[in-house]
């Protein structure tokens, strides 16, 4: 899973041709954190543009009472979103790329006499530490019920992820990296562009 990422550049460098007003730089990405996303629209001459929109990172499907439900829809198991119903509006048609530079996942150990395991903090990134990664996610508009801003529209998002390499395929390729990633987590983003990454800790 992911639950904590970085966004180390400004939006406008994320994207070329693309800004916004506000810097996104973020070293600790949390749930429910506003975050870039990236959307193409469909022009009316056929064409499609590229932008970039702020979106609560928590996706809000239209049926969600308030906004604390997105501290729990910040993933999508990208093999079952379009069946479930938080998700499969979105999965549809309202699909969006997330920029980020790397991500955090926390190593589970278990120490004989601790009854909780022990976590050790990894950042998972490009080989190049200044190169943008970009999540595979889902968007969608939420309506705010009540309070000053009743009537707008939030827009919200959630990162796909898929299961790690297994150690058997990472053997098979001989990649460290996929050595690494298996066995960190058994599930990770789902990249849209394939890079070199690491992990450091």
Same mark, same amino acid.
């Given at each position: 899973?992911?639950?904590?990422y ?5 939006? +406008?460098?994320? #994207?070329? +041709?693309?800004?916004?007003?506000e ?6 990405? *949390?749930?429910?954190?506003?975050v ?5 629209? *469909? ?7 590229r ?13 969600a ?6 501290? &729990? ?12 119903p938080?998700?499969r509006? *979105?999965?549809?048609a309202q699909?969006?790329?997330? !920029?980020?530079? +790397?991500?955090?996942?926390? #190593?589970?150990t278990?120490?004989?006499?601790r009854?909780? $395991? ?13 190169q =943008?990664i ?9 309506r705010? !019920? /009540?309070?000053?801003?009743? +009537?707008?529209?939030?827009l919200?998002?959630t990162i796909l992820t898929?299961?790690? $390499?297994?150690a ?5 390729r001989? /990649? ?5 990633? =298996?066995? #960190?987590?058994?599930?990770? !983003? ?8 690491? &992990?450091t800790?």
């Amino acid at each position: 899973m992911c639950g904590r990422y970085v966004i180390a550049r400004a939006a +406008g460098d994320l #994207l070329a +041709g693309v800004e916004l007003e506000e810097s996104c730089a973020d070293y600790n990405v *949390a749930p429910t954190h506003t975050v870039p996303i990236i959307v193409d629209h *469909a022009q009316e001459d056929g064409t499609r543009r590229r932008a970039i929109h702020p979106a609560r990172w928590g996706l809000l499907p239209r049926w969600a009472k308030d906004e604390t439900f997105s501290s &729990r829809t910040f993933n999508a198991r990208s093999e079952t979103a379009a069946t479930k119903p938080a998700f499969r509006h *979105a999965a549809a048609a309202q699909h969006c790329a997330i !920029p980020a530079n +790397g991500y955090y996942e926390w #190593l589970r150990t278990e120490v004989p006499g601790r009854k909780t $395991p022990e976590k050790t903090p990894y950042y998972v990134h490009p080989s190049a530490e200044e190169q =943008s990664i970009y999540f595979a996610g889902l968007y969608d508009w939420w309506r705010i !019920p /009540s309070g000053p801003d009743e +009537g707008q529209w939030l827009l919200s998002a959630t990162i796909l992820t898929m299961d790690s $390499p297994s150690a058997e395929e990472a053997d098979t390729r001989n /990649s460290e990296t996929l050595r690494q990633l =298996s066995r #960190l987590h058994d599930r990770l !983003p789902v990249p849209l562009e394939t890079t070199g990454t690491r &992990r450091t800790g």
